[in-house]
């Protein structure tokens, strides 16, 4: 994305996060299908640094892990105590002693910065050749935020809100935390940081105030979006980000052809794809990796994880996770497809109709009010309203085969291990225990008799 990489990205994630009153760490908290971190680190690796280091310190087993899967080249070092995010600085580039060039810190709690303004960050900083640029932003509600003091264009220096003077509290202009520095004269400004503020911390935004008196450049670069800089510390906080973040995913997959019709009600992970031309309609989530193809239709009232859904499919009202429905398939309503269900071209899963691990060829069905679980089902099949796949034993799950051109009747149950031979049908109410060889008709009931006068015997006349 950038010809200029910088040679390190500093992502701060030792704070504690008290707010967010939690057993998990703040950065691993989620939105739109990822964890804070994630994003973060997704945004940071757009600039192809040479490292990404992560600061970890509450929580650091919990963040140490989800960081090796995010993203097995980043490294860790341990802040043990948070002295602030200065310290935290410098902890870090203790391990970067050769590091030289660019050095960008970002928090990781800022989860909705897009790539670009990072990209725009570095390339402003390297173009004027500065000691420190710093992100900016100009915000409604400025309370809380370290505030940017400027002589005309020039920054002199960051004010936290707790240090400040009523002057300095009415400038509505924050730094947002991101930083790109040069990495020499960060090393020596972090060197002369103090602890004496209101905090008692070593703030990062002092090396704004050095780097100035020192005679270096300094640059401020004011983000077009505020929105997108703002930083998650409770979980009221957490969900004004997600719905940020639930807005910008829907308007890109709706000016990519998706129609979305109630993009308040819709939200879908940032790692989903929607082939033009698809339908999402109110009520619905999709999770994790789901694939909508073109000409689908997939709500309402659906949730779908990790979930792939084929050409021209209808999936309605239903809960589906790990599933691959295949194109022109119908799905619902009040359908729950579970990891490992296979829908063939055209087959279809109706009303109350739980499937799990099982494959249900190409037009084949199971309209209503069943349970499919490891079994196969062949081409054009048809299974009865009612009918049970007892697949366990109370020990082990056991596989049920079904053919082509199948008819299994009403309210059946199938007791696996069995099979049923292609054109084989089956009685109403049978209880299969036995394989049905292909073309047979499976009986497994008992032959109803009447009882002529059975109730008058019983009962005495009607009446009396
Ligand atoms: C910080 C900035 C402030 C800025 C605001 C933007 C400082 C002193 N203040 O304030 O200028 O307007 O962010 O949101 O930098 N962290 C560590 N180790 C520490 C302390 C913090 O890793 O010892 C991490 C936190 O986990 C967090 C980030 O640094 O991800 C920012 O720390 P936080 O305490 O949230 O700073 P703010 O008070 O928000
Ligand atoms: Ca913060």
């Given at each position: 994305m950038t010809d200029a990489r910088p040679a390190a990205v500093v992502v701060l994630a030792a704070g504690e996060g008290t707010r967010m009153k939690s057993a998990t760490a703040k950065v691993l908290h989620e939105l739109g299908g990822r964890s804070m971190l994630g994003h973060v680190v997704a945004a940071a690796r757009a600039l192809q640094p040479e490292h990404l280091v992560v600061v970890v310190g509450h929580g650091r087993d919990q963040v140490t892990a989800a960081l090796a899967e995010l993203d097995p080249q980043a490294t860790t070092v341990v802040q043990?105590?948070?002295?602030?995010?200065?310290?935290?600085?410098?902890?870090?580039?203790?391990?970067?002693?050769?590091?030289?060039?660019?050095?960008?810190?970002?928090?990781?709690d800022a989860p909705l910065l897009t790539p670009a303004t990072l990209v725009a960050l570095v390339a402003q900083h390297e173009a004027a050749g500065a000691a420190t640029t710093l992100l900016t932003a100009r915000?409604?509600?400025?309370?809380?935020?370290?505030?940017?003091v400027r002589e005309g264009p020039d920054v002199l220096r960051v004010v936290e809100h707790k240090d400040a003077d009523d002057a300095v509290l009415r400038i509505d202009e924050i730094a947002t935390g991101h930083y790109a520095f040069a990495a020499g004269p960060l090393r020596e400004a972090l060197g002369k940081l103090s602890t004496d503020n209101a905090q008692g911390e070593e703030y990062l935004p002092d090396v704004v105030r050095l780097h100035k008196d020192a005679g270096l450049t300094v640059g401020g670069r004011v983000v077009e979006h505020w929105g997108e800089t703002v930083g998650v510390n409770d979980r009221i906080q957490l969900a004004v980000a997600a719905r940020v973040l639930r807005d910008r995913v829907n308007r890109a997959h709706m000016l990519a052809g998706v129609a979305i019709l109630d993009p308040e009600t819709t939200w879908i992970d940032v790692d989903v794809v929607i082939e033009p031309d698809a339908t999402v309609l109110p009520n619905t989530q999709l999770?994790?990796?789901?694939?909508?193809?073109?000409?689908?239709?997939?709500?309402?009232?659906?949730?779908?994880t990790s979930t792939e859904v084929g050409e021209g499919a209808t999936v309605r009202r239903t809960t589906a996770d790990g599933a691959v429905i295949g194109a022109e398939a119908t799905v619902g309503?009040?359908?729950?497809?579970?990891?490992?269900?296979?829908?063939?071209?055209?087959?279809?899963?109706?009303?109350y109709v739980e499937v799990k691990a099982s494959?249900?060829?190409?037009?084949?069905?199971?309209p209503h009010l069943a349970?499919?679980?490891d079994a196969t089902i062949g081409e054009r099949s048809n299974i009865g309203a009612g009918t049970i796949v007892v697949n366990y034993d109370g020990r082990a799950k056991h596989k049920t085969k079904i053919g082509d051109d199948v008819r299994v009747g009403s309210n059946n149950s199938l007791v696996a291990p069995?099979?049923?031979?292609?054109?084989?049908?089956?009685?109403?109410g049978s209880a299969i225990t036995n394989d049905v060889p292909p073309g047979a008709l499976g009986v497994g009931r008992a032959r109803q008799r009447n009882i002529e006068g059975w109730?008058?015997?019983?009962?005495?006349?009607q009446g009396t």
């Open positions: 043990a105590e948070q002295n602030g995010t200065g310290h935290a600085v410098r902890i870090a580039l203790d391990g970067l002693d050769h590091v030289e060039g660019t050095v960008v810190v970002v928090p990781g915000y409604p509600d400025p309370t809380g935020y370290g505030r940017v999770k994790g990796t789901t694939v909508v193809r073109r000409g689908a239709v997939v709500g309402p009232d659906s949730t779908l309503p009040y359908s729950y497809l579970r990891p490992g269900t296979r829908l063939g071209r055209g087959a279809k899963v109706g009303a494959e249900i060829g190409d037009g084949s069905k199971v349970y499919v679980g069995v099979t049923i031979g292609d054109g084989g049908y089956t009685a109403a109730v008058e015997r019983k009962r005495g006349k």
